[in-house]
Structures are given as structure tokens and as C-alpha cells.
């Protein structure tokens, strides 16, 4: 803040109002700022994080957060009102996007508030388009990126990327801002669902009007389970997002004692039991990620006793049949990752058989395509990964290999700008290559892995910055770099495995700590 020559100046100038954060952005961009803006100015902080530092704040609140549209309003000279509050403000978030980059005056708000303040931090919100796109250049000076907060569908999302900002803003930490909030969502979803069942209840004895209290009580039940599962689904994602395991374990507990007690009292209808399954099954998934083989054998087994009992209930319900596979398929990859061939087996061809009755139903269907095509893949990976060499059937797992590639084929040719269908195809290719590898037909599976790397070459040809899909090409170029060992190719090795390393190198730049690309410069040097 400037600072006056008197004392009586100083005093005005103390009293003058500061702002917790200014908001940059280009006009284009307005309707998403003000859903931002008001957001940021509504946000209390969970108690026992302490105060924010803005002698405007209070009550938990952030305070005041500048944005021009709103807080220019009466302004007869908007340079000097915007130069005056960036002189008064703790914190500039600059809402990014290409038309943001494109901005004259954004740059410039930038430009001025580091020259102004070089201790005060400045933080990104990508409201659309990726970095290199939608960073002004000021932002990008000295070389470093800035702080990000990804608000886009494919970034951190709205909720997430929101939690960011405010923790920027009110400098708390990040894992313990989205720790409160999952409690605060758990909570939401505790009240709302016991004063839903409450409602019905009431409505439900309300005689005279019975058909329509029911008709009534059933929409707004439907209304409050995808409330539910919106509200538990984004809390456990927003928690594995900032890595915190362990509270993300308490807080599936939660969960799980909470829909245990649902049942017991008999309140959990048919489309709720199955919102409960889906989320048995995003749970059993954590603990297999976290290496809790057996608790995730117990909640894909419950969802598959739920599922199955609705099922028997309305054994031609397309969603019953694709919910029941869903646990078919988990209790199988419990099974798989324990080594239970058999169990898996048993399980996957059940998966396969309900996926394939979709597809039959509805052939033109690309979510009933995708499913038989995960219905053949499970079986061929299943005879690949076999321990006991003497169980595979290559036979079978090329038939179903085979069988997998035609149905992501068909559904690439439905949905030819979905990359996970495309990927899906460069996987089962690399598939059958093994298959090949394993028979020593050399030829033939360095002939499938070119195909596979034709696929991923595509994908980079669209998104050449993907990291994704540069993960996916280096993993393909070990291989390649292989098979090219074996048949004698040295030269073409030699210069794959260049590229390959150059390529690796970017990336771990980009991400020093990635275990994974740490592994593939290991695998590349072991085919030198």
C-alpha cells in the first residue's frame, strides 16, 4: 500500500479498504469470473484454520475481492481505480484463458502489480484453453510457471480448482481446506438424505393423497441420491487429488457406515441400492490402489450382493444387467490382483457374458460396445499374466484379443474424436504382440507394436504436449526398441532409443518425481 508524508494521511490511507484479491480478466471470459468472484466473496473457512491475514476479512470469510465489472462501477477514471485497488490488494488471481493471453490490459495488471508488490503472490486460474495458451506473457516471466488452479473439466475441475484459489488467497494449506470440505459435503449428504426420508415418510401416510405423495416422494428420493453421489464421488476425488490416503480412508468409512445404516433402517430404495454399489465399487477400487487387497474384496462383494439381488428383482433392466457386471467385473479384478486365476476367470467370463448381452441388445450403442470389448480384453489378459505357463491358453487369449480390437474398432468408427477408444485399440495391439512374443513369432509382434505406435502418433499428432500420451509413446518405444534388438534391427534401435530419451528427458523436467518415467529411462538402458 502507498504510504502517505503525515500522519494524517497515514491514518486515511490505513482506513481505506483492502482487498484479500484482485481478479484479472479479459471480458470474454466475464460470465465464469462472476460465478468465481461471488464464490470467492461467499467462502467461509473451516474453523480451526485460523484467520486471514486482510484487514477486511472476518467471520472466516476471504473479505473483499476486487473485480472491475463489479467494483468499477462508479469510477469516472477506470486506469486510476484499477491501479488504485491493485495497490491494495494482498493477492492477484489472474483468470486465464486464450482471451486472456490475447489481453493488452491483463498483461498489464500484471506487469503492475509485480512491480508494485514482488512479495505478494500471483496465482492462475485456467478458466479454458491449456497453459501455453491461456497464460499472459507477463505471467510467464523469468522463465517459471505460476501457482495453477485448474478450473476445466479436464484439469482439476471446478470444485478442486476452486479450493485452490482459496487457498492461495488465504495462504492454508491446500489438503486441509479439501479435508473440511469433504467432511462438510459428508454432512450435506447426512441431512439432506435423513430429511428426505423423513419427507417420504410423512407423505407416504398422507392417505388422502397417497398416489400422488408417493409419485412426489419418489421424484424428490431420485433428486437427493444424485445429490448423494454427486457429493460423496467429488469428495473422494478432490482427496486422492492432494494425496491424502489416510483421510480419504476415513472419510469412505464414513460412507460406508453411514449407507450400512440406511439399509438397517430399511430407507434405501432400488435406484439408491444401486448408487450404493457404484460406490462400493469407487471404494473397493481406493483400497486395491492403496494395496488393501481385502477390504476391496469385501466392498466389491457386497455390490455384487446388491446388484444381484436388484438384477433377480428385474432380470431385463439393461441398467441392472450393466450394474451387476460392473461388480462381476471388480470382484475379478480382486480376484486377478491376488493371482486367483480361477476366481477371476469365473467372475470375468459372468462380466463378458452380461456385456455381451448389452451389445446383442442395443449393437449400435457405443457404452454396450466398450463393455464387450472390456469383457473380451479381461480374458486375454487374464491367459497372458497367467504364473503357471502350462494354464495359458494363447489360443484363447488371441481369440479374444482379436475379438476386443474389433469391438473398440467399431467404436472408434462411432466415436472417432474419443481418444479412449483409440487407446484402447493401441493397447490390444501391444497385446497381441505379446501373444506373439510368446510363440517367438518376432516378426509378427514387432508388425503389431508399429501398428499400436501408428495409433499413439495420432494421438500426438492432435495433442503433441499431452503428457498422457507421451507416457503411452515411450512405453511403446521400449518395447519397439526390443523387438528391433531381436530381429537384428540395431541402427533403427539405436536411433529409436535416441528419440525415446530425448523425449523422456522433457517430460521428467517437466515432473522430476514421476516413478514411472523414472522406470522408463531404466528400461531404455537396459536395451543398450
Known amino acids: 500500500m502507498a504510504q502517505s508524508g503525515s500522519n494524517s494521511d497515514h491514518n486515511s490511507q490505513e482506513d481505506r479498504h483492502t482487498f484479500s484479491a484482485f481478479i484479472s480478466y479479459s471480458h470474454a471470459d466475464a460470465a465464469k469470473v462472476r460465478k468465481l468472484h461471488s464464490q470467492l466473496e461467499a467462502y467461509r473457512l473451516p474453523k480451526g484454520l485460523g484467520s486471514i491475514g486482510t484487514q477486511n476479512s472476518h467471520n472466516g470469510r476471504l473479505g473483499k475481492v476486487f473485480r472491475d465489472r463489479e467494483d468499477l462501477s462508479a469510477a469516472q477514471d477506470l486506469s486510476a481505480a484499477v491501479t488504485d485497488a491493485l495497490d491494495r490488494t494482498q493477492v492477484l488471481v489472474v483468470a486465464c484463458s486464450p482471451a486472456a493471453k490475447a489481453s493488452h490490459w491483463v498483461n498489464q495488471e500484471v506487469l503492475y502489480f509485480r512491480d508494485r508488490h514482488p512479495d505478494r503472490p500471483i496465482l492462475a486460474a485456467i478458466l479454458a484453453g491449456d497453459p501455453e495458451e491461456a497464460f499472459p506473457p507477463a505471467l510467464l516471466e523469468g522463465g517459471a510457471e505460476p501457482l495453477a488452479a485448474d478450473l476445466r473439466k479436464e484439469g482439476d475441475g471446478w470444485r478442486l480448482g476452486f479450493l485452490k484459489t482459496v487457498a492461495g488467497i488465504a495462504d492454508k494449506p491446500l489438503d486441509a481446506l479439501v ?157 486377478y490382483s491376488n493371482h486367483q486365476w480361477n476366481e477371476a476367470e469365473d467372475s470375468w467370463l459372468s462380466y463378458k457374458t452380461l456385456a455381451l448381452k448389452l451389445h446383442l441388445r442395443e449393437p449400435d450403442n457405443v457404452l454396450w460396445t466398450t463393455e464387450a470389448g472390456y469383457g473380451e480384453g479381461n480374458i486375454c489378459t487374464l491367459e497372458l499374466m497367467r504364473d503357471d505357463k502350462a494354464e495359458r491358453d494363447l489360443e484363447l487369449a488371441y481369440s479374444a484379443c482379436s475379438a476386443s480390437l474389433q ?57 503433441p504436449k499431452n503428457f498422457d500420451w507421451l507416457d503411452l509413446w515411450v512405453a511403446a518405444q521400449t518395447s519397439i526398441i526390443s523387438a528391433e534388438g531381436k530381429l537384428g534391427l540395431s541402427q533403427a534401435a539405436s536411433a529409436r532409443r535416441a528419440k525415446a530419451s530425448s523425449v523422456l528427458d522433457m517430460m521428467l523436467n517437466h515432473d522430476p518425481e514421476n516413478s514411472q518415467w523414472k522406470s522408463y529411462s531404466k528400461l531404455l538402458e537396459e536395451t543398450q
Request: glycine share 6%; proline share 2%; hydrophobic share 40%.
Open 179 to 335: 479435508q473440511r470440505d469433504s467432511q462438510r459435503q459428508l454432512h450435506r449428504v447426512i441431512a439432506v438424505t435423513c430429511a428426505v426420508g423423513l419427507l417420504a415418510i410423512v407423505m407416504g401416510v398422507m392417505t388422502m393423497i397417497a398416489l400422488q405423495a408417493r409419485d412426489e416422494a419418489q421424484a424428490l428420493r431420485k433428486n437427493s441420491d444424485a445429490f448423494v453421489e454427486r457429493q460423496l464421488t467429488e469428495g473422494r476425488r478432490d482427496l486422492k487429488a492432494v494425496g491424502r490416503g489416510e483421510i480419504l480412508q476415513k472419510f469412505n468409512e464414513r460412507t460406508l457406515e453411514f449407507y450400512e445404516e440406511q439399509r438397517k433402517i430399511g430407507t434405501l430404495p432400488d435406484d439408491s441400492l444401486e448408487i450404493w454399489a457404484r460406490l462400493l465399487h469407487a471404494i473397493g477400487e481406493d483400497y486395491e490402489q492403496t494395496g488393501d487387497f481385502e477390504d476391496a474384496r469385501k466392498a466389491f462383494a457386497e455390490a455384487h450382493d446388491v446388484t444381484a439381488e436388484l438384477l433377480r428383482r428385474e432380470p431385463q433392466n439393461k441398467d441392472r444387467i450393466f450394474a451387476h457386471a460392473q461388480s462381476e467385473f471388480w470382484v475379478g479384478d480382486a480376484a
Open 407 to 463: 469391438y473398440f474398432e467399431k467404436a472408434a468408427a462411432m466415436e472417432p474424436k474419443d481418444p479412449g477408444h483409440k487407446i484402447n485399440i493401441a493397447n490390444r495391439h501391444a497385446w497381441i504382440a505379446d501373444i506373439y512374443d510368446l510363440q517367438s513369432l518376432n516378426q509378427k509382434a514387432l508388425d503389431q507394436r508399429y501398428i499400436g505406435e501408428g495409433v499413439i502418433n495420432d494421438l500426438l499428432k492432435a495433442e
